[in-house]
Nanobody, 122 residues
Framework: QVQLVESGGGSVQAGGSLRLSCVAS????????IGWFRQTPGKERRWVAS???????SVADFVKGRFTAAKGKANNILDLQMNNLQPEDSGQYLC????????????????WGQGTQVTVSS
């Protein structure tokens, strides 16, 4: 079993910044992928960023240039730095874990944290 705990959400005005952190624990090893997703009411959950088993980081195009992801001091931490936040960035940000594949990809994300809320006002 894998546990994920997110932190760092909050309320900011447009143009502001927040840094989210995800800590994974339990039966997790370096071969796991850790990802950040955004959930907003009435919309599909959207992938934001992730780190794969080879510790390569990917960021979704729709936030690239404003959001960056970085591995924490340990392999079980993935931080998400969000700059120039806009109201459309509001939502529940969830951290998830998946077993990494040998080809460098990630299997289905099956472990999920409770999420942290981000609210951006105009």
């Amino acid at each position: 079993q894998v546990q994920l705990v997110e932190s760092g959400g909050g309320s900011v005005q447009a143009g502001g910044s927040l840094r989210l952190s995800c800590v994974a624990s339990g039966h997790i090893y370096s071969g796991y992928c850790i990802g950040w997703f955004r959930q907003t009411p009435g919309k599909e959950r959207r992938w934001v960023a992730s780190i794969d088993r080879d510790r390569r980081i990917s960021v979704a195009d729709f936030v690239k240039g404003r959001f960056t992801a970085a591995k924490g001091k340990a392999n079980n931490i993935l931080d998400l730095q969000m700059n120039n936040l806009q109201p459309e960035d509001s939502g529940q940000y969830l951290c998830a874990a998946a077993a990494g594949r040998w080809d460098g990809g990630c299997n289905e994300y099956i472990y999920w944290g409770q999420g942290t809320q981000v609210t951006v006002s105009s």
